[in-house]
């Protein structure tokens, strides 16, 4: 199994980086540009 996995960034709340697999939603903003909605595998929180 690989340990290499992308990040999406880092949960606003505990500071855990996020993985790619915990991606939930992915959608493009009124402006143009794309959003992403993330769960925290260590505190369990939706984050954008």
Do not use: F, H, N
């Not at 991606?23 to 505190?43: F, H, M, R, S």
């Amino acid at each position: 199994m690989s340990t290499d996995e992308s990040s999406l960034g880092r949960c606003p709340d505990c500071g855990e980086a996020i993985p790619e697999t915990w991606l939930l939603v992915e959608y493009e903003k009124d402006d143009g540009t794309q959003g992403i909605w993330a769960e925290c595998p260590e505190c369990d929180d939706v984050v954008a």
